[in-house]
């Protein structure tokens, strides 16, 4: 896959997608607007927002470097036995179910420290371990079918991928936080 490194390329390839993961922003905002006063409501909830989305989009943008990867290798092949895509999206999932037990209870502690914790720290655990789990199965997903994109597209998935993912984990990790939180608190 040949890259045209010229100004006038890279405004035609980065400029529709640059414009829309900005209307995904801008939804994310009022998305999360909407919660603002179960929020304000749960100190731990606010502190627990900002690195969900983060730590989501991190998890995404791990594995959409690696998928990046793949493709210029020609290691991967997008299809049900792909055993580089089934290894990584595994790997994506693990580490989200190590690293989002460490988030939950950093919020709480935080919270705790701070204004004052209203949410039991087993409740905020539960929360931010369910949350990660459904958003590494969603940045996966994500990942998986803009690289593809991508590819089948003749864009340079290192170019188009990483800002797609973090964009749309910044919304679905509002949108699948509060549906959590509905759920267990």
Known sequence: MATDWRVGAITRAMLPVLLALTLVEVGSGLVLGSFEAELLASPSLLVLVPVTIGTAGNLGS?????????????TVAFEPGDETLAGNALATV????????????????????????????????????????????????????????????????????????????????????FLVVAVLV
């Open 62 to 74: 791990i594995l959409a470097a690696r998928l990046s990867t793949a493709v210029h290798l020609g």
């Open 94 to 177: 693990a580490l989200a179910l190590t690293v989002f037990p460490a988030v939950g209870l950093g919020a709480w502690g935080l919270a705790a420290l701070t204004t004052g914790a209203r949410l039991r720290p087993t409740t905020v655990l539960a929360v931010a371990v369910a949350s990660g789990f459904l958003l590494s199965l969603l940045a996966v997903l994500v990942t998986a079918v803009t690289t593809y994109v991508a590819y089948r597209l003749e864009l340079d998935p290192d170019d188009v991928v990483i800002p797609v993912v973090t964009n749309v984990c910044d919304v679905l990790g509002v949108v699948v936080l």
